[in-house]
């Protein structure tokens, strides 16, 4: 992502400033605002700005930026195949990690199945039109895993 740090400061023109990492000038950032595209791991750290004019200096406080590292989900169980009987359930579930909130969704034969999107999958009363190949897309903000087919036959 994006980052922007802005600071306002008051005194008899005209005004410099300095953002700085670490006690260190950061160079070109001469502004009252210092903004970060892409920010990456290397950009984390403590950052304030001094700003100065003729009559002296001042420093602002330290603002700190850390930065999370994002990852699509990773199945760490996937779903398995299942052989059934007419009326009888059957069910497909998914284990997974991840470092933020996912979502699921299920689908049957590469079609979505309208209200599956949770980490199981529970088919009551199977019918022999159940029968197919299910599987499941995890998606998180950083991006989406789909996991191995798992077929439902039904006997």
């Known amino acids: 992502g994006n980052v922007t740090f802005a600071v306002a400061a008051t005194g008899a023109g005209p005004l410099a400033f300095q953002w700085r990492k670490g006690g260190v000038a950061i160079p070109g950032a001469t502004t009252a605002t210092l903004a970060i595209a892409s920010v990456q791991s290397a950009d984390a750290g403590n950052y304030d700005v001094v700003v100065s004019n003729a009559f002296g200096t001042a420093v602002s406080n330290t603002a700190t930026l850390s930065v999370v590292e994002a990852s699509v989900p990773v199945i760490t169980q996937q779903p398995q195949s299942v052989t059934v009987k007419v009326n009888r359930n059957a069910t497909f579930s ?3 990690s991840s470092t933020s909130p996912v979502t699921y969704q299920w689908f049957k034969d590469n079609t979505s199945i309208s209200g599956a999107t949770s980490s199981t999958l529970k ?18 903000a950083s991006g989406s895993a789909i996991s191995d087919d798992a077929v439902l036959t039904v006997q």
């Open 123 to 140: 088919l009551t009363k199977v019918k022999s039109s159940d029968a197919g190949i299910y599987h499941v897309r995890i998606s998180n």
């Open 94 to 96: 998914v284990s997974v």
